[in-house]
């Protein structure tokens, strides 16, 4: 008994000191390697717990403003479970698609899944990926931004592998610019999405994460700056729950 109080206090201090372990590049990308390679296992489960069944429609409402029809070359970065590459997929039947991840854990979940012949997964670091310049029409990120071990990398890294005209779509939680609004956010995520990371997994951290990773990641404004600033243009913005998600279009000139 007394060993298991002393193995949840830990977790609960290990819950809130998670800035120490995601505040170096190299120190983030092993983190959520190792995060998400336990975060796995519920994390479907998750994702639709903590935003309240809404998450499906908000990664619809992503697929939605995107050019319709065709036959695009897609890219979905931190694809996990595969949400956004199956939508991929069944929207553009005669594209292609990739679904692209870190963690073999996640992937596993995506492959279980896929029953399109148009549709692969592969595990790569997303700022790394090692693929052609200019090689995809539409590239996707739900939740992939924030989890970026270098903001700026993986931003180049979207404008050198859109093609000119191409579109790239991200749905994550926004920040606020007011300090005091940032505080509010930071305790709501902390405590709903650690009480999820307790029922779910007996540790707090699993998805009080989210809250930290979030305090790293610069406010709305200042991303919107950052994605200017790597060439390429934000073309649509729309906000849910009351501001704290973010779906974005940007698009790469030419
Ligand atoms: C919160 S999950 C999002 C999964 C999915 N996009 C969704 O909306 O459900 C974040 C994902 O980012 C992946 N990830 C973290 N760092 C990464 C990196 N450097 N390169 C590729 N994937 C990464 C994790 O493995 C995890 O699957």
Redesign the pocket.
């Known amino acids: 008994m007394l060993k298991h109080l002393s193995l949840i206090k830990d977790r609960f201090n290990r819950a809130r000191n998670i800035a120490a372990d995601i505040d170096t590049p190299e120190k983030k990308?092993q983190f959520?390697?190792q995060h998400?390679s336990v975060a796995?296992k519920r994390?479907d489960l998750a994702?639709r717990a903590m935003s309240l069944g809404r998450?499906r429609s908000w990664?619809k409402q992503l697929i939605a403003t995107l050019p319709q029809g065709g036959t695009p070359n897609c890219l979905?970065?931190?694809?996990?479970?595969?949400?956004?590459a199956f939508l991929l997929a069944q929207a553009y039947p005669t594209g292609k698609v990739i679904g692209?991840?870190?963690?073999t854990e996640?992937l596993q979940l995506a492959k279980e899944r896929n029953n399109y012949h148009h549709l692969d997964f592969i595990c790569?670091?997303?700022?790394i990926t090692g693929m052609a310049a200019g090689s995809f029409d539409i590239i996707t990120?739900?939740?992939?931004l924030r989890?970026?071990?270098d903001l700026g990398a993986?931003l180049n890294e979207i404008q050198r592998l859109l093609k000119p005209g191409g579109h790239a779509a991200f749905?994550d939680f926004s920040k606020p610019v007011s300090l005091a609004a940032q505080k509010g956010q930071f305790l709501l995520l902390k405590s709903w999405c650690g009480l999820w990371g307790l029922l779910l997994h007996g540790d707090p951290g699993i998805h009080a994460y989210i809250a930290d990773s979030l305090k790293q990641f610069p406010d709305r404004n200042n991303l919107h700056l950052l994605i200017g600033e790597s060439g390429l243009d934000l073309i649509a913005s729309r906000r849910f729950y009351a501001g704290m998600l973010e779906l974005s279009l940007v698009r790469k000139s030419g």
Do not use: E, P, V
Request: proline letters at 0%; aromatic letters at 8%.
């Open positions: 990308r959520n390697q998400f796995a994390y994702t998450d990664k979905d970065l931190a694809t996990g479970s595969g949400d956004l692209l991840d870190l963690t996640m790569a670091d997303m700022a990120g739900s939740y992939a989890n970026a071990a993986i749905l």
